[in-house]
DNA sequence: GCTGAAAGGAGTTTTCT
DNA sequence: AGAAAACTCCTTTCAGC
């Protein structure tokens, strides 16, 4: 039902590139056994329709001086203020992520602190002052693992 | 302090290739005023020492037909459990991040679900048969922002 | 929408400093 | 460590189907 602009073509070149953004393109098209201009197209047609949103370089955060990571969920004094203190959260370096959420918090934000000295000054010199009604702080004191979703929207008939 | 193997140069090319794995290095290369060949040795150095993790393509989950995202706080029934309750979280395709946290809850997940139904047929289904104590789940309406560190690690001396 | 070819660039390796 | 050069391979465009 969903995307009927977007074929089983589509879908092995987004397998193929979405865990190694510099993978050329002419490898892509081998193993499609189509040719290079045809994965160039796609790669345009998927970047246009907004299915491909980018690529990044991962790097290792502890690697460049954070070495803390924590949530941390925000309870706000009115839903009134909701706009303002994202764009105020957003302009804190070390948040990195900020979500609206239902549930035990307003919002859920993701933070980076160099330690646990540094992740204290953000929340208490730079979350505070937004006058927030109350956070809590959730550190992430080990990575569990991190993964992809699997890329298939294709519908299988049956 | 740390990172006495890192330089300014590593800290640029850094910074031009982080929002876009695609770039060429020679562009980068020109940018810094060294080779094409100092880069991809740069680059491959960064790789070995783990500060560079790889490269992706990022697509839009809504897009790839993932519209509700969420987080998942989990309370386990003992700490010994925490291995097997991880590795058993890894082996489920729509749960994309796994945290050991403090705080609230034990562990922490991000989970992709087709819809609402669906994230609800994943909490009942999927997490609740580990023999997890009990989980508590934070819905994303919306996500406000993502960005991405500042990449800074090199000691400015007064 | 794809192919194939052509032209211009880029990636990678080697050699030298 | 980096430069320069050489070689290979890739990207991008366009005519043609």
């Known amino acids: 039902m969903?995307?009927?602009?977007?074929?089983?073509?589509d879908e092995k070149i987004l397998r193929m590139?979405?865990?190694?953004?510099?993978?050329?393109?002419?490898?892509?098209?081998r193993a499609c056994g189509v040719s290079?201009?045809?994965?160039?197209?796609?790669?345009?047609?998927?970047?246009?329709?907004?299915?491909v949103k980018?690529?990044?370089?991962?790097?290792?955060?502890?690697?460049?001086g954070y070495e803390t990571c924590a949530y941390v969920g925000i309870f706000l004094t009115s839903p009134s203020t909701f706009e303002y203190v994202v764009k105020e959260l957003e302009k804190i370096p070390e948040v990195v992520e900020?979500?609206?959420?239902?549930?035990q918090y307003d919002v859920l934000i993701k933070v980076f602190a160099k330690n646990n000295k540094d992740l204290l000054r953000i929340?208490?010199?730079?979350?505070?002052?937004?006058?927030l009604s109350r956070t809590e702080t959730l550190i992430c004191f080990k990575e569990g693992f991190r993964k992809k979703l699997?890329?298939?929207f294709i519908e299988k008939e049956a």
């Open 2 to 9: 969903a995307h009927h602009e977007l074929d089983e073509l």
């Open 17 to 29: 590139i979405v865990d190694n953004a510099r993978i050329p393109f002419l490898e892509v098209a």
């Open 36 to 51: 290079g201009a045809a994965i160039h197209q796609r790669v345009q047609k998927l970047t246009g329709l907004g299915v």
């Open 54 to 64: 980018g690529s990044e370089f991962l790097l290792d955060a502890e690697k460049i």
């Open 98 to 103: 900020c979500y609206y959420t239902t549930g």
């Open 123 to 131: 929340i208490h010199t730079e979350l505070q002052p937004l006058g």
């Open 150 to 152: 699997p890329i298939q």
